[in-house]
């Protein structure tokens, strides 16, 4: 199965701390203890580390704060849809490196909301799933069997991943019409086909929706936003991949290192590795 390097854009870390976190969970933190960034900055004075509270998890590096710090990954095709998917994250941590040898700084599941990759403490404000809207907008979408006929009476254009069927929808409405429309759809195919056959939703500006969003044009879905005057990356994931190696995530053992290390220039790097799937019924790499 080939495998090429795919730019990801670059991150920002002007506190001197870098997160790599799961998507769906950075916003809890403060919910639950400690804002990440304390806790994330505790890490990396003892060199750096994995973190985690009940199913949060991310991992906290030093990283300079003084420029850009480029991320990019070798990809190479799912053995199941055949669409890039990462096998070695990288990011140019800007410091030197001193170590003689790589340095394991604690593992991390893939998410299925995403992985998000930027600044300690702009991730305190971070949005994420059931957060407040930071703008009062919202995208709208709806997709399904009857998506042709709802497209027919309501109109919208293609928006969000596309597949047969859909979605179509609007993006930047206000939060009370998005879902003052998404009503109007319910009610719609609840009258013409006993409310089935059509999914309708309402994605309000959070920052995660709108790093997902900006991913998806992305051959490995990497989006990037603005969070507290911070470049932020979040990366999504490839639902059919996903599903068939990284489901159950941490608690079936989907886990897979972060390390430190040096590049050929001499300076440090955050790599993120997730080995190529493995068939354990004949002990073999699918080929691509």
Known sequence: MG?????????????GVLVLGMGGWIDVWQETGRPLSERAAEAVRAG??????????????????????PVRATAQRSPFDG??????LE??????????????????????????????????????????VGNGLADLSYWGLHAEAAHGVFGGRPIGPAHDGGPHGWQDLPLSDAREL????????????????LMVSVEPHTDLHLARRAGRAHPLLAGQVEVA???VLGIDWDPGDHAMRHGGER????????????DASGRS????????????????HPQG
């Open 251 to 262: 608690e079936y053992g989907q886990v897979y290192p972060v390390t430190l290390t040096g």
């Open 182 to 197: 998404a009503g109007r759809l319910e009610a719609w195919v609840e009258q013409h086909a006993q409310g089935r056959g």
């Open 48 to 69: 750096g580390g994995h973190l985690r509270d009940d199913e949060a998890e991310a991992v906290a590096v030093a990283a300079a704060a003084d420029r850009s710090l």
């Open 91 to 132: 990011v140019g941590l800007g410091l030197p490196w001193t170590g003689a040898a790589e340095v394991v700084v604690g593992d991390l599941p893939v998410d299925r909301c995403g992985m998000v990759l930027g600044d300690a403490r702009a991730l305190d404000s971070f949005t994420g799933l059931g957060d407040a």
């Open 3 to 15: 495998q090429s390097v795919i730019d990801l854009g670059f991150v920002t870390a002007p506190s």
């Open 229 to 231: 005057g911070c470049a």
């Open 269 to 284: 790097v955050l790599r993120w590795t997730i080995p190529p799937y493995v068939d354990e019924d004949k002990g073999e």
């Open 83 to 88: 669409e890039p998917t990462i096998a070695v």
